[in-house]
């Protein structure tokens, strides 16, 4: 076998090690959130400002409740999409779209992994989960544009 076919044998059973280990886990996360990356869901105040838009955090929360109730839903059910829109409302696109390349290039072996495990279908169907997070991310962005309305 080849060098590069046993790097990407090894990422793909990394990722798909990875992702059973996070599923498996799951029902312990309910009690105790861990995310897989990123910081865990915080207390923000309502009256923190938005960096980028004329609201504050309590003016965004009430935006996506109202704008896209399915993906407030997510986020005030699941810790995991909670601490995602803290983390992104607080960002503009471009610098979300920085973060992700930086972490991307920091962790190439991570970010094959998992690329690898999405497409086996470790997260579920992969087109349903690219689908999902296009929609958040479209949420929030939606969210932060009309906050100051709410």
């Given at each position: ?9 090894a990422?793909?059973?990394?990722g ?112 349903k989960?690219?689908?999902e997070?296009k ?16």
């Open positions: 076998m080849s060098t590069s076919l046993r790097r990407t044998l990422a793909a059973a990394l798909i090690a990875t992702a059973a280990t996070v599923s498996v886990g799951m029902g312990a996360a309910q009690a105790a959130p861990t995310p897989v990356h990123g910081p865990a869901a915080k207390k923000i105040p309502d009256a923190t400002p938005v960096p980028g838009a004329n609201c504050n955090y309590g003016q965004a929360k009430a935006a996506i409740a109202a704008q896209d109730p399915k993906v407030w839903a997510k986020i005030t059910t699941d810790g995991h999409y909670r601490a995602h829109f803290q983390q992104d409302i607080m960002l503009t696109a471009q610098q979300r779209e920085a973060r992700d390349a930086k972490w991307r290039a920091d962790h190439p072996v991570e970010t094959v992994a998992l690329q690898t495990a999405e497409k086996a279908g470790a997260f579920g169907d992969p087109v989960s690219a689908a997070r929609q958040f991310g479209a949420a929030v962005d939606r969210a932060r544009a009309n906050c100051s309305r709410f």
